[in-house]
């Protein structure tokens, strides 16, 4: 299940992202600026992982995720790339290092603190609440892989909102993350099902189609 990481390590480069990354899944990346260029290229060049962390409004928050290149998908002629990660392991941050252009942080690596396995029953639950997030999302999300031990971050491709995500990468529990996920479900439902209703009336900008003819 990974490292437990009693003690902080070596400083890991940070990348500050609005979106959250989670262990075992991936993640398409566009890097343009040159100080994340430089962190990039040292990491594929030294195929080590940097953390990817929540770009807050006061900050970044302190739990984030490692990731490692899986691959470059392209290079521009100016130095951008286009890469997939995938993430890795969780951490926290201890302290922050600006020597670099880049942010890098001392951090502590954890994984899940309870042993027990988690019931069929809820895991089935689960898989009934991400079957419901697919059906009404708005694209299509990865297959999630059933026999990861934490599926509870497979089937979490399936919600965009960042907040949610983050919760679930800070706890601690698979049982906890899946009850979470199952409550979490329908209201997440709802909000896609809204927003495909707004975008299939928005071209008639709240009128039916007769009348925008007009």
Known sequence: MGDNGNMPTELLPLFPLGVVLLPRTHLPLHIFEERYKEMIGE???????????????????????TAVV???????????????????????IESLDTERPYL???VRFFNDEESEPVSAELKARALRAYRLLTATGAEEAPAPELDDPQL?????????????RQALLMMRSERERLR??????????????YAAHIKAVAPWNGRGPDLARN
């Open 180 to 193: 979470r996920l199952v409550e979490f479900a329908p209201v997440q439902a709802a909000r896609q099902r």
């Open 43 to 65: 990491c594929i060049r030294n195929r080590s992982e940097f953390g990817i962390v929540l770009a807050a409004d006061k900050g970044i928050v302190a739990t984030g995720c």
């Open 152 to 164: 509870s971050f497979q089937l979490a491709q399936a919600i965009p909102d960042a907040e949610f």
């Open 104 to 106: 890098r942080g001392l």
């Open 70 to 92: 899986e691959k470059v998908t392209r290079e521009y002629e100016d130095g951008r790339l286009d890469i997939v990660v995938v993430g890795v392991r969780r951490f926290e």
